[in-house]
C-alpha cells in the first residue's frame, strides 16, 4: 500500500541548511497536494509547507516563508524541503503527507486533518 518515507533530518547549528526528502511507494506526486508538517516536543502539530505537484501553487506557514522552499521531482516521485537560515525554533519532528483523495487546492488540504497519508518522520534538531 502507500508509504511516504522522509529522509534528510539531523543536527545542525542555527544559520545551518537542511534538505528532507520524502520518496513514496504505491502512490504518484502528480496533480495532487503534498505537504510538510512539523511537531515540537509540548507542541501540537504544525504545517509547514505545502504544493499542489499538478500547477506548482506552494503555500508556507510564516515562520518559515522566505527560508524553506517545498519541490518536486516527478522522475523519482520525491518531494523536497530545502531549510535554510535554520534557527533553534525549528526543532522538531518533521512529517510528510500527501492527500489520499481528489485535492487541487493547497489550502483546502492544511485545513482538513483527515484524507492524508503520513511518513514516519525525521528528527531535525537545530543548535544555538
Known amino acids: 500500500q502507500v508509504q511516504l518515507v522522509e529522509s534528510g533530518g539531523g543536527s545542525v547549528q542555527a544559520g545551518g541548511s537542511l534538505r528532507l526528502s520524502c520518496a513514496a511507494s504505491?502512490?504518484?506526486?502528480?496533480?495532487?497536494?503534498v505537504g510538510w508538517f512539523r511537531q515540537a516536543p509540548g507542541k501540537e502539530r504544525e504545517w509547514v509547507a505545502a504544493i499542489y505537484t499538478g500547477g506548482g501553487s506552494t503555500n508556507y506557514a510564516d515562520s518559515v516563508k522566505g527560508r524553506f522552499t517545498i519541490s518536486q521531482d516527478n522522475a523519482k516521485n520525491t518531494i523536497y524541503l530545502q531549510m535554510n537560515s535554520l534557527k533553534p525554533e525549528d526543532t522538531a519532528m518533521y512529517y510528510c503527507?500527501?492527500?489520499?483523495?481528489?485535492?487541487?487546492?493547497?489550502?483546502?488540504?492544511?485545513?482538513?486533518?483527515?484524507?492524508?497519508?503520513w511518513g514516519q518522520g525525521t528528527q531535525v534538531t537545530v543548535s544555538s
Open positions: 504505491g502512490y504518484t506526486y502528480s496533480s495532487n497536494c
Open positions: 503527507a500527501a492527500a489520499s483523495i481528489r485535492c487541487t487546492y493547497v489550502w483546502w488540504f492544511l485545513k482538513d486533518k483527515d484524507n492524508k497519508y
